[in-house]
Nanobody, 120 residues
Framework: QVQLVESGGGLVQPGGSLRLSCAASGSIFSISAMGWYRQAPGKQRELVAVTTTGGSTNIADSVKGRFTISRDNTKNTVYLQMNSLKPEDTAVYYC??????????????WGQGTQVTVSY
C-alpha cells in the first residue's frame, strides 16, 4: 500500500500564493507519475498538473503560467506552487500517485485531499 499525505492548503486572498506538498510512503519500489487534481463543488475532478519520474510535466491550461509542479524523487514527494490564485481555483486538491509499484504490483493511489479557498 501507498499512503499519501497532503499539506499546505488553506484560505488565501485573490492574487496570493500557496504551496501544496504530498509525500508518499510505504514499501514503494517506484512511482511513474505524481500529480495534483482538484474538484470544486458540483464539478468533476480535473487534472491540475502531473509530473513523471523522467521529468516531463503536463499542466492544465487554466493554471498554466501560475502553477508550477515539481517533484523530489528521492523523497517520493510532489509539490504544487500556486501563484496569482483566483477565486475559481477554490477546490479540494487531491494528490495522486500513478502506476506506483508496491510488492510487484502496480496501482494508482489518491490522497485524502486538502481544501484550497481563494476569497477575501
Amino acid at each position: 500500500q501507498v499512503q499519501l499525505v497532503e499539506s499546505g492548503g488553506g484560505l488565501v486572498q485573490p492574487g496570493g500564493s500557496l504551496r501544496l506538498s504530498c509525500a508518499a510512503s510505504g514499501s514503494i519500489f517506484s512511482i511513474s507519475a505524481m500529480g495534483w487534481y482538484r474538484q470544486a463543488p458540483g464539478k468533476q475532478r480535473e487534472l491540475v498538473a502531473v509530473t513523471t519520474t523522467g521529468g516531463s510535466t503536463n499542466i492544465a491550461d487554466s493554471v498554466k503560467g501560475r502553477f508550477t509542479i515539481s517533484r523530489d524523487n528521492t523523497k517520493n514527494t510532489v509539490y504544487l506552487q500556486m501563484n496569482s490564485l483566483k477565486p475559481e481555483d477554490t477546490a479540494v486538491y487531491y494528490c495522486k500517485a500513478g502506476r506506483a509499484v508496491v510488492a510487484g504490483r502496480s496501482g494508482d493511489y489518491w490522497g485524502q485531499g486538502t481544501q484550497v479557498t481563494v476569497s477575501y
